[in-house]
């Protein structure tokens, strides 16, 4: 299992930002997919989960209204687009999922929210 995620970066508050995930190695489509975020000092926490045929998806109630994940199985990604972006956002997220009972975790990128 591999997950790459891409898009991070410096972003002003009320800022946008569209994170992706490359995900191989494994049957993309049959999983649902996750994105989580940790701020320093802080645990990880999960942002949004969509399941594997896109038909449901659930959100943090911190990011409800702005943030919606998607995924197109073709290409076996996933992203997190991200609106009205807060300092608090301020994270690196990771994409994820569990194959096998087993968690997998990309390399993470971070997203700045900063004047």
């Known amino acids: 299992v591999q997950l790459v995620e891409s898009g991070g970066g410096l972003v002003q508050p009320g800022g946008s930002l569209r994170l992706s995930c490359a995900a191989s190695g494994f049957a993309f489509r049959l999983y649902d997919m996750s994105w989580y975020r940790q701020a320093p000092g802080k645990e990880r926490e999960l942002v949004a989960v969509i399941t594997s045929f896109g038909g449901v998806t659930n959100y943090a109630d911190s990011v409800k209204g702005r943030f919606t994940i998607s995924r197109d199985n073709a290409k076996n990604t996933v992203t997190l687009q991200m609106y009205s972006l807060r300092p608090e956002d301020t994270a690196k997220y990771y994409c994820?999922?569990?194959?096998?009972?087993?968690?997998?975790w990309g390399q993470g990128t971070q997203v700045t929210v900063s004047s």
């Open positions: 994820s999922t569990s194959v096998a009972s087993r968690i997998a």
